[in-house]
Nanobody, 124 residues
């Protein structure tokens, strides 16, 4: 499975963006796909996940201002974020794995395939 992110860039605080992740290859029938981010000097953290049953989870830091969705025919995963803040500045990566604990807890460890990431820079 290969994943390629796009949609990052420079955004003003308060603005919105939509990230896309196009994947190729066959993903697990009981998949979990997610968005993660890593700011300079910080550990990678989970942002949102979506599983094969349509369940979604969000980090507290983005809850209420983010949505995650998946277009199966287009093989594309999306992340939409509103009311962006300077602390949202990070490299955002998408990942794919199987449904399990990591999917529900938004931890990177259980995800197998990763994209290279796209940079989001929020200026105040």
């Amino acid at each position: 499975v290969q994943l390629v992110e796009s949609g990052g860039g420079s955004v003003q605080a308060g603005g919105s963006l939509r990230l896309s992740c196009v994947y190729s290859g066959d993903i697990d029938s009981r998949y979990c796909m997610g968005w993660f981010r890593q700011a300079p000097g910080k550990e990678r953290e989970g942002v949102a996940t979506i599983d094969s049953e349509g369940g979604t989870r969000f980090a507290d830091s983005v809850k209420g201002r983010s949505s995650i969705s998946k277009n199966n025919p287009k093989k594309t995963l999306y992340l939409e974020m509103n009311s962006l803040r300077s602390e949202d500045t990070s490299i955002y990566s998408c990942a794919e794995g199987r449904v399990g604990g990591s999917c529900f807890s938004l931890t990177p460890a259980g995800f197998i395939y990763w994209g290279l990431g796209t940079l989001v820079a929020v200026s105040s």
